[in-house]
Structures are given as structure tokens and as C-alpha cells.
């Protein structure tokens, strides 16, 4: 997934080629790569993702072409990243996402993968994600995909209530997800869903119903995102005009807290602030490479990448994208290399939201001394603070942005 | 109809009897600077090509306001019957604040147009300067303006102006600033009506000050009337109040451009420049002499402007405080009504505490700084001076709630006005009401006419200069005027209102109000308080309270959710800059302890638009 408008940055050179910063240490980092599919067959009322509904984009972007344009990306990352000389080292996770990446052939996913693979090849046990849509698989194609190495699948579930889907525009009828879910686990795949809570009109006990319904899946993992309402998007208009009520944040807390206790009664645990899992080992790892910034690759019209500080993203349009890559350019159009003090602020603000936590030792003094105030406070575990890691409270995980300002207080 | 003059009587050697000064009073929008605008083409100063709309209202919120703020003078030619004459227009500030400086200009003329519109009838202001007019013995020509609207009703209001000023209405003249119509018989009329001036040509020079302008290149521009004897240009003039003496580098009349001359004789009007940077050397009201040969005795009338409202004015970004400093001086140096003093407050920082003679007086004022000086001001609440007696017989002087002592007290007094409102007789209940709420007390009621009423009130001056004037026309459909004037003190029921936040106390918020309206100050001003102010990751009690006593009290509930719910596919730049966007927010809210109170949230609790709103419901 990526967002509809691109940061500011620096331009970021045709070749592809990373500053010297990015080679540092980087033996000792993970790599990933992520792959955008920009192609949706509706696009939900609250989304403003990078995507697109139509099936011919001019200039070599249809969906058709866009798995070999992908493969190009492919392909040009693995020759910038050996002549910026950064070492060899290969895929420990791999997450494609979108947009709807189920909308393109199996194949076609399982192309782009095999093309990574071989470029990098994977790691042993390594995670191989797709995002899906219920609607938009099929036993076959589920199976197509784990014998092509896809390891894990995550569905947009959303909700399991249908005025609430409604809303959100999706499209798929909620009987439909446990049919989804049992065919991924037959074909070998683990199972993730997606839910989305404090949409218009949903009530405590619609969330309720859609986290019990979630969990009746036995999934090895749940996200569960509060909706944001993006400006732009067809809800934000609606809810501009008095069309839906507004978004409540305090409606959001009580149904945060309302899916933190139902998935911990299931066995479940959270690992990011939105995340939870059955066990560690079914962590979202490449989730959790964003938050600890590990270096990743980021395929795809409007993808961001990251290697050792340095930040880059790619053009919007998958048509600019693919005109890009045809002439043997790089189809990044952005990037920052970060100062010392800014890695500082990310690592602060990303590592706060983990369960792992944030180890002490990486804080400042000024951010130490803000510890004793948030315990006090109730937003930060005391028995953590005591064995060295900021771990945040279930209070604490809600107010987790004012909690990474007190941090940095400079 | 009487032809342009064929030539210009000249300055200095001009006899007084063919000099005519005039000084138009009327309302705003009553189409005075429009009337005065076609006075200078129908006599040829200004050629129609260099006419600009409002010729000789010169700051740009003057014109765009409609107002005159500072007054100026003219001199045209006329010609009736074969004999030129010269005729000088004073030009008169038009709003109550400025009520000296009207006085000032009217004491420089023999005559006044009453310019009243047609559609509209006299307004409270008009009155009182007419009366003002009427007290300097000055002849009144009564004249209809805006005849050309279609909503006009000249016979209406003819006969209120003549009953007003006894006469006829048939004699009411009746023009249109905007089509030109009539403005000729009026030029006539002013020749035919109004006396020459008259004075001892060998006496002593005496000229007496009407108006003061700074001017950037120019320095201080002194517009005077000369009495007796004779300014002479590089003569040394001296000031009677304070005895400076200045060389007169210039003297001249505005045709309306400046036009030095060889001096200023008995009656006429002009200007001085001496070089002076600061309008405070030349005050409006004082005389000006001749130093070699001095007048003995200064004209009468002379009085130093006086502050009648207080108000703290602090620029949002702290880092700006060096900025409001010079633009109040350079301000100062135009307006001589203007006194102002650093105040330091625990809210808002640094700043200055500023005396203004009204709200007008200040709106202006704030308004030049911002715009003028690029400032962004948060202005406190205005307040009047108040004059508390302790039980010790130690006297305070409060012009700043933050200064309202804190030990026992014997009692407060508060400055009173009267007031004269006008308004059709079906808004009588509602303006009484309105000032009963406001502790007045009803002096007398007139009618002007057969639907319009004259209501005269004695109100406390703390109770109408906050969002008296708004609540008043929202009352009456905006055809009520008021004017008011200075009228001695009171011992009131005072009580200082604190707000606290979190225990804390705001002195911003502070404010000094009848004992009986302090519990809905309280109730107001937190409620205001608990929508502006965002929720923290705390709950945060919201009190008033007199003395330790609280009165009101609201909360904002904690926050519970600041959190992102994700970043987008890695986009991790995007996540930071809203981090650094926050704190970027962070840095420019004020700390009330450990509260943290958006800017906004100061300037929209010390607006007064709320009560706006109420009034309009």
C-alpha cells in the first residue's frame, strides 16, 4: 500500500544509485523487498491509495504489462544495489501489496517473485506475504501461489457486518472470508485479517461482532487498523457534507481496547501497536522491518524503499513508472538521506509502537528523563522501564504519538 | 448657478471677509467624503482625471472603512456674485472616539454643513457633534444628501432636521455627492450663510492646532487656524502649552496638495511644518505664537487626549515583541491620543498594555499594527480604568485586571458615560433592555421625530466597550447609532473573575466585572474555554473563582487516542514530518502549567464574536 501524495525530498539520480551511506553496515541488516499492484476492481470509499480501477492504463501500465514492468524494477534494483556496493544478501521477506494484488493472475504474482528470487534468492524460512481480497481468490489460485513459495496470505476483511462494508464500499459478502481463509490454510498458507474499525455508522457491538467473527477463523494474525479518513477520498466528501457522522476518537479508544482484550482472551498478543499475533513466530516480519528499519527494496508505481538511512520513493503513476523503467531509468522521483539526529527521531518514533519496545540505551538523556513521567502517567509499563525498554500500556499504545513527542522533547 | 472662479484669492494677503470655513459634520457612510470629493471638482482644485474616490481620506483604511480618522482642511475657490472668496473645508473625523479632534475642527470654522442621508435620517454621532457645532455658535446649513436613491425621504427627514435645528424644512438643501446635484447651490449657500471669521490682524499671532499628521518625509504636519496676526514662513513659532519653539520651515494651504505660501493671515487655514518628528510637539488644541512677539493669553479649549480604554496587545510570536515595540512608536509619532507600556503576562508573554480614547480608537489601531507591521496580535479583553480604595485609604489605579489589589478593599470606582442612542421608536424596549442589562440608567427620552426616538442613558463605561455597539445594532436591525461621552465615576459592586486552568491561574482571562454578572462571566468564559481548548492527555478542570472562591467550573476530559494507525506501505518520511508537524504546533502553544492552550484558543476566548453570534440568534 502506499499513500496518495509523495513526500518532499531530494531528486533522486537516474541510475539508481544510493549514497555511500547506504552500504554501511549493511551485511548486518535484513533485506526485503516489497511489490505494489496499483490495481483495484472499485475503489473504497476511504481508501487513497496509490491504485487504479481501470484495466488498460496507456503507456505500457495496463494490467496485462504490469507484471513484466515490475520485473524490470526488479531487475534494475538488484544492479543498483551491487554497483552502490552494498553486499549480497537475500530476501528475508517478501510482502506484495496494493491495491489488490489478487486482481493480477497468480501467475503473474508468482513471476514477479521468481524473478526476485532469482536475483536475490530467499532466505531459509523467509516470509513470502500476499494481501488479498476474499472475493478475488480461488482455491486453485491460492495453491498456485504457495507452490510458487508465498508462505502467508493477509485478507481484507474489514468487517464481518454488512452495513459497515457497505460504507467502506467492499464489495465482498462476509460469508465469503471463511471460505477464503479455509482454502489458504488447505494450500499451506498462513492466514491474516485485516479489519478496519470506527467506520461511520459502526456500532461497539458491530466491531464486536466483526473481532469474535475475526477470531472464529483461528487466523495466526489480526491487524486491525482505525479508519482514516484521508482528505480526498469519496468518504471524506461525505462526511464534509454531514452525509456520515464524524470520527470519534474516543469511539476509537473503546473499540482499540475492546479488540486488545478480545484477541488476548483468544491467544492472540500484540507486536505493533495495530498488530497482533498467535505466536511469535507468526509476526508480520516484514511489518515489523518498517518499524526497525531494515533495508527493503519497494517494487512499484509510488513504493517507498529504504536502505541504511536512505529513503527513496517512486514515481505515482504506474504509467510514469513504466516510461521510467523502459528508457533504464531509475523510477524513483524522490529520496532523503537521513542526518544522525532525524535516524535518532525514527528510531524513536517507530520503535515506541513495538512490543519488543524501545531499548533505553537508545534514548537520550532528555528522552531517559521523560520516562518517569509517562510511568507516572500510566502510558509506560514501570517493570519494563526498571529492565531497560520503553513498553507502552494499553493506554499508552492509544496516546503512542504523544508519547513518542515526549520522548523527543528537542 | 455660479461660474468657477476666475481667480484664486492668494494666502496671506486675502481679506478675512471673503473667507469662508466650513466643516462638514456627518456619519459614516452618509456619503461625506463623496460630497467633499465633488466640492473639489466643482471648484477646479482637482482636475476630474486626478480624482480618486474619497480624495482626502488618505490612510488606506480610512477609505476602505469608509471613515475619516484624521481630519484635514481644503482650501477652494468660489465665486458668487462677481466676488471671489476663499473657502476652506475642514474635513472632521466622523466616529465618537475622536470626539476632541472634532471639537478642535469645529472650533477652527464659523459654519458646519449638516450632511444627513436621505434615507436614512441624523444618527446618534451626527447629533452629538451637531450639538457640539451648535455650542460653538456655528451657523448650520442643513443639507439632504443621497437624493438620487430610490429608498430617499427628503420630506421625512427634512422636517427632522428642522425641528432639530429650528428653521423650515423648506430650507433643508438637498444634493447628491454622487450625480453632483445641488452641490453648487450648496457652495452658494456656504458663501451667502456663513459669517466671515474676524480677528485683530496687528494682535500677537495666535493659530490654533485642529490637526497633527506625521509624515514620513514631511515630518509632523500642523494644520492650524490662524485667529489673530499674522505666520510668516522662517519665523520662530512657539507652542503655548509647552512653550517649545520651532522654526517654521514651510507654511502653506492644501489645494489639496500642499502649496507653501508667504503666510497665513487673520482667519485663514493652512498648515506648518517645522521639522518635528513627533505629533506629541504638536498637539491638537494648542496655540501657536509668534516667539519674538507672544500672545499673552492661548486660545481657550486646549485639553490632553485621555485614554478611556485599556487593552494588552501581544504579538503571537513571542520573537516579534521587538516589532510591536517600533510600530507602537512610529505609530505613536501619528497619533497623540495613543499611550502604551510594556506588561509582561505569565500567558501571553511579552507586551504592551495600550490606552485608546474607544474601541474604534483601538480596532484601528490593531488593525494598522497587523497590517501596516505584518504583526499577528492577540489583544486582551478591553477594560476601563478602575480606582480601588483599600481599607488602609491607599488608592490603586487598575487599568489591567492583573493590577486589581489583592487585600481588603473599601471600594471600587468605575468611570460612567452617558449615552445617547437613536432608533425608531419600535426598538425602544429592546434598547432599554439591553441597557438596564448593562446597570444603565435612564436619562431621558425625546421623540426626534414622529417614529424616532433620542434615548439618553448614564452607563458604566466597562459595560459598552466590549461588544455593546455589535449587541446594539444586531437589536436593532442595525438603525440604531449611539454616541456616549465622558460622565464622571461611580462606586460600583466590583469583583475580579480569575480562570484557572488545572489549578492555574490565566491572567489573560482575567477580568473585573459587577458582582452580579461575574457567575455568567465565569460560566461564559470556561465554557468557552472547554471548546477551544484541546483535550490533553489529562483531565484538565476549567474554573473561575473570586478570590479563592470558585464560581464555575468546567473540564476537558483526557484524551485517549494520538495515535497513527499505520504507515502507509513504508512510507516512513511521511510519518516523521507529522511528527515534526506536531512539534512544530507544540512550540507555538502557550504553557499554562502543564496545559497546553493553542494560540487560537487565546485570540477566539478574547474575541467577542460569540456574543455576536448570540445576539444574531
Known amino acids: 500500500m502506499t499513500p496518495s501524495a509523495l513526500p518532499l525530498g531530494d531528486p533522486a539520480p537516474a541510475d539508481g544509485l544510493l549514497p555511500a ?126 507452490d510458487a513459495g508465498f508462505t502467508r496470505v493477509s485478507f481484507g476483511m474489514q468487517s464481518a457486518v454488512p452495513h459497515v462494508l457497505a460504507v467502506l464500499d467492499r464489495t465482498h459478502t462476509p460469508s465469503r472470508v471463511p471460505e477464503a481463509v479455509k482454502w489458504a490454510r488447505d494450500a499451506g498458507l498462513k492466514v491474516s485479517v485485516d479489519l478496519i474499525y470506527g467506520t461511520p455508522g459502526e456500532s461497539l457491538a458491530d466491531w464486536e461482532i466483526s473481532v469474535k467473527e475475526a477470531l472464529s477463523y483461528e487466523p495466526d494474525h489480526i491487524s486491525a487498523y482505525a479508519l482514516i479518513i484521508e482528505d480526498g477520498t469519496k468518504l471524506a466528501a461525505r462526511m464534509r457534507r454531514g452525509e456520515v457522522p464524524p470520527i470519534d476518537d474516543d469511539d476509537h479508544a473503546d473499540k482499540y481496547l475492546l479488540a486488545d482484550e478480545l484477541m488476548t482472551a483468544a491467544g492472540l498478543s500484540w507486536y505493533e501497536v495495530s498488530n497482533w499475533a498467535r505466536t511469535p513466530a507468526d509476526q508480520c516480519r516484514h511489518n515489523l522491518a518498517y518499524w526497525r528499519s531494515d533495508d527493503w527494496w519497494g517494487i512499484g508505481p509510488g513504493a517507498h524503499s529504504h536502505a541504511g538511512g536512505v529513503r527513496w520513493w517512486n514515481a505515482k503513476h504506474p504509467t510514469a513508472y513504466a516510461q521510467r523503467l523502459a528508457a533504464g531509468e531509475s523510477p524513483a522521483v524522490g529520496r532523503e538521506t537521513l542526518d544522525a539526529e532525524t535516524r535518532y527521531v525514527e528510531d524513536v518514533m517507530l520503535r515506541t509502537r513495538l512490543a519488543e519496545g524501545l531499548e533505553l540505551s537508545r534514548l537520550k538523556d532528555s528522552g531517559r528523563l521523560a520516562v518517569a513521567g509517562l510511568m507516572a502517567d500510566g502510558l509506560v509499563d514501570p517493570h519494563a522501564a526498571l529492565a531497560g525498554r520503553v513498553l507502552l500500556t494499553s493506554k499508552g499504545r492509544l496516546l503512542a504519538d504523544a508519547v513518542v513527542r515526549r520522548l523527543l522533547p528537542d | 448657478m455660479s461660474p468657477m472662479a476666475r481667480f484664486s484669492p492668494v494666502p496671506a494677503a486675502t481679506d478675512p471677509a471673503i473667507i469662508r470655513n466650513f466643516c462638514i459634520i456627518a456619519h459614516i457612510d452618509h456619503g461625506k467624503s463623496t460630497l467633499a470629493d465633488r466640492m473639489l471638482q466643482s471648484t477646479g482644485v482637482v482636475e476630474h482625471r486626478n480624482m480618486k474616490a474619497q480624495y482626502l481620506d488618505r490612510m488606506d483604511i480610512e477609505r476602505e472603512r469608509g471613515i475619516t480618522i484624521k481630519s484635514q482642511a481644503v482650501r477652494m475657490p468660489w465665486e458668487l456674485d462677481g466676488e471671489s472668496y476663499a473657502l476652506n473645508m475642514i474635513d472632521t473625523p466622523g466616529h465618537v472616539d475622536f470626539t476632541y479632534e472634532v471639537s478642535r475642527s469645529l472650533a477652527a470654522c464659523e459654519g458646519a454643513v449638516l450632511l444627513v442621508d436621505a434615507a436614512q435620517g441624523i444618527e446618534a454621532q451626527t447629533l452629538a457633534n451637531l450639538y457640539l457645532a451648535m455650542e460653538n455658535d456655528l451657523t448650520i446649513i442643513p443639507v439632504l444628501n443621497k437624493i438620487d436613491l430610490p429608498a430617499a425621504q427628503p ?25 453632483g446635484v445641488g452641490v453648487e447651490d450648496l457652495l452658494d449657500q456656504i458663501v451667502r450663510e456663513i459669517p466671515a471669521p474676524v480677528g485683530d490682524p496687528n494682535a500677537p499671532a495666535r493659530a490654533m492646532i485642529f490637526d497633527s499628521v506625521y509624515d514620513t518625509y514631511r515630518g509632523v504636519v500642523t494644520y492650524v487656524r490662524v485667529v489673530d496676526g499674522k505666520l510668516s514662513p522662517r519665523e520662530r513659532i512657539q507652542m503655548m502649552s509647552t512653550r517649545a519653539s520651532h522654526e517654521l520651515l514651510e507654511i502653506g494651504v492644501s489645494s489639496p496638495e500642499p502649496t507653501p505660501s508667504k503666510g497665513l493671515g487673520v482667519g485663514e487655514v493652512g498648515y506648518l511644518i517645522t521639522g518635528v518628528k513627533d505629533v506629541r510637539l504638536s498637539k491638537v488644541g494648542d496655540t501657536v505664537t509668534n516667539l519674538a512677539k507672544p500672545a499673552s493669553e492661548s486660545l481657550p479649549g486646549y485639553a490632553d487626549p485621555k485614554p478611556m480604554v485599556f487593552s494588552g496587545l501581544y504579538p503571537i510570536d513571542g520573537a516579534d515583541y521587538p516589532v510591536l515595540r517600533d510600530a507602537l512608536e512610529k505609530l505613536m509619532l501619528n497619533d497623540a491620543a495613543l499611550v502604551y507600556e510594556p506588561e509582561t503576562s505569565a500567558a501571553l508573554g511579552f507586551g504592551f498594555r495600550v490606552g485608546f480614547l474607544g474601541l474604534l480608537h483601538l480596532e484601528i489601531t490593531r488593525e494598522r499594527l497587523e497590517r501596516e507591521y505584518n504583526l499577528d496580535l492577540i489583544s486582551t479583553a478591553p477594560n476601563v480604568e478602575y480606582e480601588v480604595t483599600l481599607e488602609d485609604k491607599k488608592v490603586v489605579t487598575v487599568t489591567n485586571p492583573s493590577e486589581y489589589p489583592e487585600g481588603k478593599i473599601k471600594e471600587v470606582r468605575e468611570p460612567m458615560v452617558s449615552a445617547t442612542i437613536l432608533a425608531p421608536n419600535e426598538f425602544v424596549g429592546a434598547i432599554m433592555e439591553l441597557c438596564q442589562a448593562r ?86 468564559m470556561t465554557g468557552k474555554l472547554r471548546e477551544l481548548i484541546p483535550r490533553q492527555q489529562f483531565e484538565v478542570p476549567i474554573q473561575a473563582a473570586i478570590g479563592s472562591r470558585i464560581i464555575a467550573r468546567e473540564s476537558i476530559r483526557a484524551i485517549r487516542k494520538d495515535v497513527l494507525a499505520k504507515c502507509y506501505g513504508g512510507d516512513i518520511s511521511r510519518k516523521r514530518k507529522l511528527l515534526e508537524k506536531q512539534k512544530e504546533g507544540k512550540k507555538r502553544m502557550k504553557m499554562v502549567g502543564r496545559v497546553e492552550v493553542p494560540q487560537e484558543a487565546f485570540v477566539a476566548a478574547l474575541s467577542s464574536d460569540e456574543s455576536k453570534d448570540k445576539a444574531k440568534k
Request: net charge negative; proline share 4%; hydrophobic share 40%.
Open chain 2, 439 to 524: 446597570r444603565g440608567v435612564l436619562g431621558g427620552m425625546d421623540y426626534l421625530s414622529e417614529d424616532r426616538v433620542e434615548i439618553r442613558y448614564r452607563l458604566p463605561l466597562a459595560e459598552i466597550v466590549f461588544d455593546f455597539f455589535d449587541i446594539l445594532k444586531s437589536k436593532t436591525r442595525g438603525y440604531a447609532s449611539l454616541d456616549w461621552k465622558a460622565d464622571g465615576e461611580q462606586v460600583a459592586d466590583l469583583v475580579k473573575v480569575d480562570i484557572l486552568l488545572q489549578g492555574e491561574q490565566v491572567d489573560a482571562f482575567s477580568s473585573i466585572t459587577h458582582k452580579d454578572k461575574a457567575y455568567s462571566y465565569g460560566v461564559m
Open chain 2, 155 to 179: 420630506e421625512k427627514y427634512a422636517e427632522e432636521l428642522a425641528k432639530l435645528i429650528g428653521g423650515d424644512p423648506e430650507d433643508v438643501l438637498r444634493v447628491s455627492g454622487k450625480t
Open chain 1, 21 to 146: 551511506q547506504a552500504a554501511d553496515g549493511a551485511a548486518d541488516r535484513k533485506f526485503g523487498l516489497y511489490v505494489h499492484i496499483p490495481f483495484c476492481s472499485v475503489r473504497c470509499g476511504y481508501c487513497d491509495f496509490n491504485t487504479y480501477t481501470a484495466t488498460e492504463l496507456g503507456g505500457g501500465a495496463s494490467q496485462a504489462a504490469y507484471g513484466g514492468t515490475a520485473e524490470q524494477e526488479v531487475r534494475f534494483a538488484a544492479r543498483a544495489l551491487k554497483a552502490s556496493g552494498l553486499p549480497d544478501r537475500k530476501m528475508g521477506t517478501v510482502f506484495f501489496g496494493g491495491g489488490t494484488p489478487t486482481l493480477l493472475p497468480a501467475e503473474d504474482l508468482a513471476g514477479i517473485l521468481k524473478t526476485a528470487v532469482d536475483m536475490w534468492g530467499l532466505e531459509p524460512g523467509a516470509e513470502v506475504t500476499t494481501e488479498a481480497n476474499p472475493d478475488s481468490v480461488t482455491p486453485a489460485s491460492l495453491q498456485l501461489l504457495a
